[in-house]
């Protein structure tokens, strides 16, 4: 990680001291915000998004590039990195670095679509009527290559409908087939003949027995880690032998699920927690650690068992705990407290016995966020609160590194001024903050 140095003193919108960041620092952690879907309280998604347009230009093309694929790659982000592609193609000295870049980022076939989407997003003429800019040498000969990533099977998973489809990507950049079976999927593509994918939506839709369904698809590992969690209560439903789905869940891949994942699906199919438990540890194993110490407060007040969002079974708490329990694996040291009427610490245990001390540890009442924080932040450790930010006090500063997660973004903020803010719940917040940390060093 580049070191950054040149740092400024400014103010919040709130007049409390702040800290300005170089063009490299300030674009890095506009990339990191971009991970929370929900608009911030001071400046909206689209404030974010210029933001970031301003900043490309003024940061070295080689970083640009490099901070566009780490946050494609590390932070797992999809949105934002185009973005700083579309970006780059503006200007002369970035422009060189596009293909390869984009050829780095793009990772499924849909990508390739929504890049053209944003970069004909702000081309509007007369009457405010939609003209398709010419796509730059660059971003063709990257689409190009990228295009060649993608088989039979992903092919027809992305290829929906909407302004811009795959196929709309081939006629464009002119690419090449790497060999004579690329080139006939390719046709099959044009010719809109590619077979459905064989995913357990299309299965289940054609009417088969499900067990039957569930059981080929685990035999022949189609069914993937976050599939066969959703799956885990539907199969039980259709008798699939426990034994099968105890041995896939055993064999799943875990890297990019994290612990809140396990928890809702632990609630939904209980006799699976003994592997469920398993799965969910294996899946920090190799995550970012955060050094020193860590305190973590966990709001456990009554709103924080309604639902994470409208379309969301999870409920806040349970994304509390999945946090929690990510934490004490990956964190140095940790020492885990709850808040709601009183302040609880929290015995550091593992798993879900970690889940069920946090859950338990007090009546699920009011919200004293303020007095929390007064009473166990101090000098010297990392406090993360991990809230819905309903405080019926009011929230000092830190003393040290703080960072308030709010799960339900769409209720203004509490404890401004030196607070680093997370507004949305997103599977990277952890990896959020251990690079905002870097970036500062």
């Known amino acids: 990680m580049v070191r950054l140095n040149k740092i400024v003193r400014a103010f919040t919108r709130e007049g409390t001291r702040a800290t300005r960041f170089t063009p490299e620092m300030e674009l890095k952690r506009a990339l990191m915000n971009c991970l929370l879907w929900e608009n911030q309280f001071y400046e909206d998604g689209v404030s974010i998004a210029d933001r970031i347009k301003a900043l490309v230009p003024k940061v070295a093309p080689a970083r640009v590039a490099q901070l566009a694929i780490e946050a494609r790659e590390v932070m797992k982000l999809r949105h934002a990195p185009l973005l700083v592609i579309r970006e780059m193609a503006r200007h002369e000295k970035h422009r060189a670095l596009v293909a390869d870049t984009l050829h780095k980022v793009i990772q499924r076939p849909d990508e390739m679509t929504e890049l053209l989407a944003i970069y004909w997003a702000d081309a509007l003429g007369p009457q405010q009527q939609r003209k398709r800019q010419p796509v730059s040498a660059q971003v063709k000969k990257g689409l190009a290559r990228a295009l060649t990533k993608f088989d039979a099977y992903q092919l027809a998973k992305y290829d929906r409908d909407g302004a811009v489809r795959i196929r709309d990507v081939l006629f464009l950049v002119h690419a090449k087939p790497k060999d004579a079976e690329q080139e006939k999927l390719w046709k099959q593509l044009v010719d809109g003949e590619l077979a459905s994918p064989d995913t357990w939506e299309v299965s289940l839709s054609a009417g088969k027995s499900k067990r039957e369904t569930f059981e080929r698809l685990i035999a022949e590992r189609k069914l993937g880690g976050l599939a066969l969690l959703r799956n885990l209560r539907l199969m039980q439903n259709a008798q699939v032998p426990r034994e099968t789905i105890a041995g896939a869940i055993e064999a799943m891949r875990t890297d990019r699920i994290l612990p809140y994942r396990f928890i809702t699906a632990a609630r939904y199919a209980p006799d699976f927690e003994p592997e469920l438990e398993g799965a969910m540890l294996k899946s920090v194993k190799d995550h970012v ?6 305190r973590l407060l966990i709001d456990v007040s009554g709103s924080m068992f309604a639902a994470l969002s409208a379309q969301s079974e999870m409920t806040r708490a349970e994304a509390a705990c999945g946090l ?14 709850t808040f709601s009427n009183e302040v609880v610490k929290v015995p550091p245990r593992r798993g879900f016995a970690l889940r069920d001390a946090i859950i338990n540890s007090q009546p699920h009442g009011g919200t004293y966020l303020g007095k929390a924080v007064a009473e166990i932040d101090r000098k010297g450790d990392r406090l993360i609160v991990f809230t819905d930010e309903q405080s019926h006090d009011q929230v ?16 203004h903020g509490v404890g401004h001024g030196a607070w680093t803010r997370v507004n949305g719940f997103s599977e990277a917040v952890v990896a959020w903050i251990a690079a905002s940390e870097t970036a500062l060093n």
Do not use: H, W
Not at 329 to 337: H, P
């Open 289 to 294: 650690r955060l050094p020193g110490r860590t």
């Open 324 to 337: 929690a329990i990510l934490a004490r694996e990956i964190c140095d040291e940790v020492e885990i407290f």
């Open 396 to 411: 000092p500063e830190p003393k040290a590194r703080g960072t308030m997660v709010n799960v339900a973004s769409y209720q």
